[in-house]
């Protein structure tokens, strides 16, 4: 991963060696002394954070804050001032800062802005280049470009160039039967069928009959001989997904069928030769379902051959703004809607979310919000409640430990000042000017934190 480029424009040497000091760790950081200086030096390179001091000779905050929009969109902007006005603040803001920081701060706060405005960037260039997801960030129809994802490519690759059986593990969403088509579409069988059958949807005495066929009056309703979805597959593919719902007697009819390749209908006693390619898919832990006496051990090797297991999307975050942009183009074009593109604030949030429902959720997530969207843009108003609430920086439960002091910083800020504003808001029940009085805050400061946090006095006002 390249690293994170700083650029920190200050006409005192203190300042300039502060933040090289705090942002030692796992930056890069320039220094400019003032700022004719900075304009030079983000004229001819790029930097992924500019912080900058409003007031310096040679050009002032505002006029670097123009260049570096002009020109690097993305590139994010923390102003500094000392002398701390409202009309600053605002003005930086309106002109696309990202934020600001009000002399003298607290090294950790300024820490802090500065991992925020680097992640926000990092997210708002994911999103702008996964409008069309090139060859290496995808396999078939499966999306993203994370080291998880890689591995799986790799080794969906080499299945598809065998004809061995497949299991395919992962959570519920994670898109089990997009890896099961992909084998089959880049293997020698494409030209042939894919039969997917939900094993888990099939009634328990009609299993036997979907998959291997009946003869005519095998049971009651059998008025015709059919066949089944295995001979229905002939020649290529038949996808199992949720075989760990099968019953113990199909199961010993399925470990026949891969064992001996041939299947006999029900009613009949003579064998059908079949050429199919199995790869089955569950959400469940087989390996338990087997020592449970669930699942028959026998089969469950036969299965294992090859074994892919697709990551849940909280373990590759970094392919978020890819799969939402890739989403927000396939939904917008369904609906019929012109929507361009997702606000950088709704596309934090989405990142941050632990999606327990995995790419499914996120799909049905931009779906929702393409259709409520009142303008060109998602932004966090279109989001469900749940995920516009998600922190800017997400922390899953027991890994805080994991993360690199900069990050865990951020993140433990956007919580304290997202739980600081519902308690506010809370006690003088929605009522800004008050709020902002005991806050020690402007009403324009104060209602910038509630846009930033994704929060509306309205919705504090007592009923």
Not at 258 to 269: C, F, N, T
């Amino acid at each position: 991963m390249e690293p994170v480029r700083i650029l920190v424009a200050d006409d005192k040497e203190n300042m300039r060696k502060l933040f090289a000091k705090i942002l030692a760790d796992g930056y890069e950081v320039e220094t400019a002394q003032d700022g004719a200086g900075a304009l030079a030096l983000v004229a001819t390179r790029s930097y992924d954070v500019v912080v900058t001091d409003i007031r310096m000779p040679g050009a002032d905050g505002f006029e670097l804050l123009a260049a570096v929009k002009a020109r690097a969109p993305t590139t994010e902007v923390v102003m500094m001032t000392g002398y701390a006005t409202v009309a600053d603040a605002v003005r930086a803001m309106k002109q696309g800062a990202f934020d600001y920081l009000e002399k003298p701060f607290d090294p950790d706060a300024a820490l802090a802005v500065v991992a925020r405005a680097a992640e926000h960037k990092r997210l708002v260039d994911a999103a702008r280049g996964a409008t069309a997801p090139g060859d290496e960030d995808a396999f078939h129809n499966l999306i993203g470009r994370s080291a998880r994802m890689r591995e799986v490519y790799a080794l969906l690759e080499k299945a598809a160039q065998v004809d061995a059986t497949v299991l395919v593990l992962g959570e519920t969403g994670t898109g089990k039967e997009l890896a099961a088509r992909a084998i089959h579409y880049h293997s020698a069988r494409r030209e042939r069928r894919f039969v997917a059958v939900n094993c888990g949807a099939l009634p328990g005495e009609l299993v036997e009959s979907e998959l291997f066929g009946h003869a005519r009056g095998a049971f009651t309703g059998a008025a015709t001989a059919k066949p089944g979805l295995f001979e229905e597959a002939q020649g290529g593919t038949i996808f199992l997904d949720e075989v760990g719902e099968l019953p113990l007697p199909a199961q010993v009819k399925l470990n026949r069928a891969l064992q001996e390749k041939e299947i006999r209908r029900v009613g009949e006693s003579t064998p059908v030769k079949i050429d199919v390619r199995i790869i089955a898919a569950t959400h469940r832990d087989l390996r338990e379902e087997v020592r449970a006496g669930r699942f028959r051990e026998d089969l469950f090797y036969r299965l294992n051959v090859i074994a892919v297991t697709l990551p849940p999307l909280r373990d590759r975050a970094e392919d978020v703004p890819l799969l939402a942009a890739h989403f927000l183009e396939k939904h917008a074009r369904a609906l019929r809607r012109r929507i361009e593109a997702i606000e950088p604030e709704a596309l934090v949030r989405l990142a941050g979310h632990g999606w327990p429902g995995n790419v499914r959720e996120l799909e049905n997530t931009i779906e929702r919000a393409v259709a409520v969207a009142g303008g060109d843009r998602i932004t966090l108003a279109d989001l469900p409640p749940e995920i516009a609430s998600t922190p800017a920086v997400a922390t899953p439960a027991g890994a805080l430990a994991a993360l690199p002091y900069r990050d865990a910083v951020a993140g433990a800020r956007d919580r304290v000042t997202r739980e600081y504003l519902v308690a506010l808001l809370t006690e003088f029940e929605g009522n800004v000017t008050r709020a902002a009085e005991r806050a020690g805050l402007e009403r324009e400061s104060l209602h910038r934190l509630l846009r930033k946090h994704g929060l509306r006095s309205e919705d504090f006002k007592a009923s």
